[in-house]
């Protein structure tokens, strides 16, 4: 399994930013998808998941900001992130559930400017 992601970068607060993440090696829509977020010098947190059926979770702390959606037939899973705070600053990791092992990406820096 591979995970490649994509998107990040630098935006000044109140912007927009979609990050993405290509997977391969797996048969995408039997799997539970997740964006976790690492700040330096915190610990790595969930942000939001999307479940094979469709099914969203969400931290209260992007709720009503950021959007999770996954396109199975390009492997694909999507994080719109809106409104976004210099407490949004971090790097952004995928996670794909294949139980009985989870799979990161590399991970894509975003940093939200005041």
């Known amino acids: 399994v591979q995970l490649v992601e994509s998107g990040g970068g630098l935006v000044q607060a109140g912007g927009s930013l979609r990050l993405s993440c290509a997977a391969s090696?797996?048969?995408?829509?039997?799997?539970?998808m997740a964006w976790y977020r690492q700040g330096s010098g915190k610990q790595r947190e969930l942000v939001a998941a999307i479940y094979s059926g469709g099914l969203t979770h969400y931290a209260d702390s992007v709720k009503g900001r950021f959007t999770i959606s996954r396109d199975n037939a390009k492997s694909t899973v999507y994080l719109q992130m809106n409104s976004l705070k210099p407490e949004d600053t971090a790097v952004y990791f995928c996670?794909?559930?294949?139980?009985?092992?989870?799979?990161w990406g590399q991970g894509t820096q975003v940093t939200v400017s005041s």
């Open positions: 090696g797996t048969i995408f829509s039997a799997n539970d």
């Open positions: 996670k794909l559930v294949r139980p009985p092992y989870d799979y």
